[in-house]
């Protein structure tokens, strides 16, 4: 059974940090490409950080440098490290794993971690 669950989230302050976790299991962790995105209620999902393994970070344009995505392998972990936060960082954070193996294209969603930046 293939699992995604995400933790960390919570309420802070404009300027402050928060560290996301995300443990997977159930699937071949190192060959999955992992993601985190975010949505907030009456918008599209949008893509915060892409990692693959031995790759390149990709980030949204709205990090801007703000946020750090890695990845730990052997403990099946994703990590989003977020500082700098701003009010309209405010969503819920989601966990995404994503394999595109012989045209077959597989995907699995965590159920999502709320942060919410407020003074």
């Known amino acids: 059974q293939v699992t995604l669950v995400e933790s960390g989230g919570g309420l802070v302050q404009p300027g402050g940090s928060l560290r996301l976790s995300c443990a997977a299991s159930g699937f071949p962790f190192d060959a999955y490409c992992m993601d985190w995105y975010r949505q907030v209620p009456g918008k599209q999902r949008e893509l915060v950080a892409s990692?693959?393994?031995?790759?390149?970070?990709n980030y949204g344009d709205f990090v801007k440098g703000r946020f750090i995505i890695s990845r730990d392998n052997a403990k099946a972990m994703l990590y989003l490290q977020m500082s700098s936060l701003k009010s309209e960082d405010t969503a819920v954070y989601f966990c995404?794993?994503?394999?595109?193996?012989?045209?077959?294209?597989?995907?699995?969603w965590g159920q999502g971690t709320q942060v919410t930046v407020s003074s």
């Open positions: 995404n794993a994503w394999q595109m193996y012989a045209n077959v294209h597989t995907n699995y």
């Open positions: 990692l693959m393994t031995g790759g390149t970070p």
